[in-house]
């Protein structure tokens, strides 16, 4: 979702850009308007498509990543997970739902062992470090769930999707003890 704000946002300068050099050309001969006109919508209109060709390919490529996986219900992943836990159910579910979508991977995927260094890292790629959002998301988030649980989350010593559900949840992680 954020994602997609910023992409419209660049689109949006992109097109601000070409109306400029279009404008800039405006008092060209006719026959020259036409080729400016037809040449700067053609590439804004290939510029575009690779964008969102590339942006698309991130999600399917981490879930591809992590598509071998059985995809459990929320039920389940509790059960198999946490049920043992002594965490809160419900701030737990909403942590990682929450945490799901700042690394946009479906929650069903995700697993406590997940490091965010590695298998939810973004993929290498031409594109992909550019646009990747997912870092900032995952700190912005974690500032959010400090202030609305009144928790301190030590994001140095959190390296998995489990050491950050149980900071949020108040527990002290064996990394951060």
Known sequence: MKLEVAWKAFYGAVLLVGMGVLWHEWSAPWPAKAL?????A???FGLSAICMRFTRRHST?????LGERRTLTTEEFWDEFYSRSGLPRGRAEQVLDL??????????????SDRFLVEL????????????????????????LEKKYGVHMDLKGIKTVD???RAACGVQTGASQ
């Open 36 to 40: 400016w006109i037809a040449g700067g």
């Open 42 to 44: 053609a590439a804004l």
């Open 61 to 65: 490529r981490m879930i591809a990543k």
């Open 99 to 112: 945490l799901s979508e700042a690394v946009e991977v479906p929650v069903g995927k995700l697993r406590p």
């Open 121 to 144: 890292a973004p993929q290498k790629g031409i594109w992909r470090e550019m646009v990747d959002d997912s870092e900032s998301s995952v700190i912005l988030l974690a500032l959010r």
């Open 163 to 165: 050491d950050y559900v």
